[in-house]
């Protein structure tokens, strides 16, 4: 069922001066009334973290959630390879509008327009921000702040700390909030998590949260609720994704009315270290940036077993280069997957799984030289040796693709409010400014613009016009999340089953990669949909939970997560049977061109599906928001 159209709150004017003028136009607070409202910020990565200190920098109360012992621990240091920014430093034809044309096609046009605009102007102001905290950017001979390229782009606008960039960009975030902290303006709350979202009168009005260590539930009341969680990639069991990462807070926001957009782009990263057995239950990253000097081949002959130091070079298929010889080994990573797929499933696949491609980096070394090549890469040189107990300097690295971020999220507005007033969704929590495909090094610029320089003027613009209120936790509401919060976790011990918690994850893995992954059919997706409720019914009756809610048990904490995949991944799977096109991440087999390219259909899918939860027993709602592209004219992506 397809209901009404949603409205972005798309200011109006030409593009370039949207948000200047939006600015402009937003209602003020005055300084001596923001000590008056009070925010919630539900996680502390790059997103949460640099809202966290904007927010109280400005005057406003505070209090900050993680479910790391630290905000230094959330997942957002896992990053590496680097982060856009339109400043052309290289003078190599950079600028603003290149880095908007640059995303919304890499996002293979569904996008909104005036998103990406924002971000690409307010991306140079992040590095101007990020370098006054003292986050050590590589630097050239002169001085000047390095660059180097990454997949989607034909110039090199992406800022970097080694293979780093994550950690230092961070910590440079944690360093603020921690200033703050230690003034008393900000309340961290750490080894906790968001189990509900209190909703009174429409509007979100607080949280209730689970303490990890004591399991104690408590309540927070405040004038607005900022969820800056991250993605949901880990619903397929094997993810870059650290073990923690989950869905849960959005997914308790998407219950209690806040739509959830485009659930099915998701984005399988093509540089990663390859499955290496059965018990795995994570997958490690390596780096974009690494494609600037690697080489991608396999064998020519299907099924060569022999070691990539014995095949010639007449017998090797350096197939990027070839297919696409004007973006080559840097074309975008919904296309570097697919390709290093269609070469495995031709049986040219390497290593003893046969499940992978080489990344060669002999050619890089014998140009620049050894100290050159590890100046820039060393630590992610390093982390594959000694995982794989292969020298990358010596040996190709082997790769496959592997999930990594989700495109889709929470449907935010221009203001990045949910459709839930007074509930924002900040950086991979919301859907908003990468379309059906995320160009690499783009994750970290989102989370910081939305942190460091727009949810300050929005949410500004939101509480000039609700004024502060006497709600507080004493409200029946927040009695209501708390005793449903309680009676969730009591519900799942109270199965008493025989199967570990990660078998359920597992199987759920197992359904959304088979069928939900790089390549999807609609009969693959209606077995997904058949499956997944006989596996949630299952997790419901025979799961099992060692010890008791009263203190540290992980198990608990993870039932909880995987109770709200299985729900989340059902979503999934009716978004990319109901989405009858191939676009970014999202690529359906009925649907592509004779080149075995993405094949979009404009006509009926020029639109973001936003779902509306209707109830446990009930199919969700779709309502749609019209994407219009005035600025870049709708065609097919290129990258030949």
Known sequence: MTSKKLDSKIPQGPIQEKWENHKFQTKLVNPSNKRKYKVLVVGTGLAGASAAATLSE???QVEAFCIQDSPRRAHSIAAQGGINAAKNYTNDGDSIWRLFYDTVKGGDYRAREANVYRLAQVSANIIDQCAAQGVPFARDYGGYLANRSFGGAQVSRTFYARGQTGQQLLLGAYSSLQKEASKGKVNIHTRCELVDVVVIDGRARGIVTRDIVSGEFKKFSADAVLLCTGGYGNVYYLSTNAMASNCSAAWRAYKKGAYFANPCFTQIHPTCIPVHGDHQSKLTLMSESLRNDGRVWVPKNKDDKRKPQDIPEEDRDYYLERIYPSFGNLVPRDVASRNA???VDQ????????????LDFKDAIERDGRDAIEARYGNLFEMYQRITDDDPYILPMRIYPAVHYTMGGLWVDYNLMTTVPGLFALGEANFSDHGANRLGAS??????ADGYFVIPYTIGGFFAENRPDDITTDHPAF???MKSSRDLFEKIMAVKGTKPVDYFHRELGQIMWENVGMARSADGLKKAIEEIPKLKEQFWSDVKIPGDGTNVNVELEKAARVADFLELGELMARDAL????SCGGHFREESQTPENEALRNDDDFCHVSAWEFKGVAAAPEKHMEELN?????LSQRSYK
């Open 578 to 581: 109901d989405r009858e096109e």
């Open 341 to 343: 797929k269609a070469q």
């Open 347 to 358: 049986g040219k696949g390497v290593g003893s799984t046969g499940v992978a491609v080489y």
């Open 443 to 448: 994750a970290l610029m989102q989370g910081l």
């Open 629 to 633: 592209f005035e600025y870049v004219k």
């Open 58 to 60: 400005l005057g406003y």
């Open 479 to 481: 009695d209501e999340a």
